[in-house]
């Protein structure tokens, strides 16, 4: 017997998305419904190539149809994705770019930019389009993290405007202020200085089409953060801390910044790193040297998201000198952690996208 569409596509409104709370069919996830005498055949559109829920969201598909329909039929749920985006003043700045994810910490010394190289490169490896750039600007750590030192991106010519080519590694696209100066000497500049050098990292460079632009911001708060707020719609930001109290503390002072009223980015999470040492030898042992979950209990207190927990484990460390981030490495099990926080936090924005209201870039008066 051969079955309508309606009769498919009702069978799989009773599936709902499990973070959206909607069913599939309301949220336009189904397309291409391909119906034959004993096969039904459709696409399941994902938020994100990163969805943590992916096989059970096809599972459910397919018991659906089973249930619902003919157990006899096959099913061939094929699933796919097409990455949400809010930002609606993306014409002139970033234009092609859907999302842009503000990697911040309240204090330095947190291992920010690890996380934020880590996630940029996990991300890119679930097959999304992605970008890094190394906000920085007083202490750029990304081209010595990608083995990129001696690297000077070249410029194009583009609608008549000269334009600087990212540098790509590992399936990434990379800018960094440390590009274009020398790495043996202190950059002395006062805060409009780096800001205009900042903005030239978006505006005068080739991003071309992106998912995700994974922004390392500097430590604690400040006018290079300020000046990001103000030129990009940042889609949100997540904030980097260990568990001990002194890095707690300045991390409130992050969440604060970001949800004061006159700036209000989406804080999608907070990010626990050197949550616990395991040595390699042990691998199944964990020493809490600076304490306790301090991260999960502040993301409990402001009612956010705990994105990941990253162990302090020597191969990060050293996979970051060598120029080849941690994440790279489908056989290391410490990479499964930067992968799991890749999956939290591109779900995170496609909650935030679906949820709340466009992004804007910010219009501080004071």
């Keep these: 017997m051969k079955y309508s569409k309606d009769v498919i596509l009702n069978a799989l409104r009773t599936v709902k998305d499990p973070d959206l709370g909607k069913d599939l069919v309301t949220l336009n996830m189904i397309e291409d419904v391909e119906i034959t005498d004993n096969k039904v055949t459709f ?5 994100t190539p990163a969805c943590p829920l992916k096989n059970k969201i096809q599972k459910d598909c397919i018991d659906a149809i089973h249930t619902l329909v003919d157990s006899n039929l096959e099913v061939d749920a094929i699933m796919t994705s097409r990455v949400t985006t809010r930002r609606t003043d993306n014409q002139q700045m970033l234009k092609g770019v859907k999302n842009i994810i503000a990697i911040a910490s309240g204090k330095g010394g947190v ?3 690890t ?38 991106p070249y410029a194009i010519e583009k609608d008549g405007k000269m334009l600087v080519v990212p540098i790509e590694k590992y399936g990434i ?45 500097p ?3 400040g006018d290079i953060h300020l000046t990001i707020v103000q030129n990009l719609s940042v889609t949100g930001v997540a904030i980097v801390t260990t568990p001990q109290e002194v890095a707690l503390a300045d991390a409130r002072k992050a969440v604060a910044m970001f949800t004061q009223e006159n700036i209000n980015v989406p804080v999608l999470g907070l990010i626990e790193n050197m949550a616990w040492f395991t ?3 042990l691998p199944e042992n964990k020493y809490y040297i600076f304490g306790n979950e301090g991260g999960k209990r502040l993301a409990e207190e402001y009612n956010i998201p705990l994105l990941g927990q990253i162990p302090l484990v020597q191969g990060i460390r050293e996979s970051g000198d060598s120029g080849k981030p941690i994440a790279t490495n489908d056989n290391s099990t410490v990479a499964k952690a930067f992968h799991d926080l890749a999956e939290r936090t591109a779900q995170q924005v496609a909650i935030r996208n679906i949820t709340l209201a466009p992004t804007k870039p910010v219009e501080i008066t004071k």
């Design 219 to 221: 430590p604690g708060t």
């Design 279 to 281: 040595p390699e030898e």
């Design 43 to 47: 696409k399941v559109v994902l938020t």
């Design 173 to 217: 696209k990379i800018l960094s202020i440390g590009f274009f100066v020398d790495p043996e000497k202190a950059l002395v500049w006062r805060g409009p200085m780096a800001s205009n050098a900042l903005t030239q990292l978006f505006t005068e460079a080739d991003w071309g089409e992106l998912d995700y632009l994974i922004l390392d911001m």
């Design 111 to 113: 291992g920010k930019s």
């Design 115 to 152: 996380v934020a190289a880590n996630l940029a490169v996990a991300l890119g490896r679930t097959g999304a389009k992605v970008g890094l750039v190394d906000a920085d600007i007083y202490g750029p750590s990304v081209p010595l993290m990608f083995d990129e030192m001696a690297s000077k």
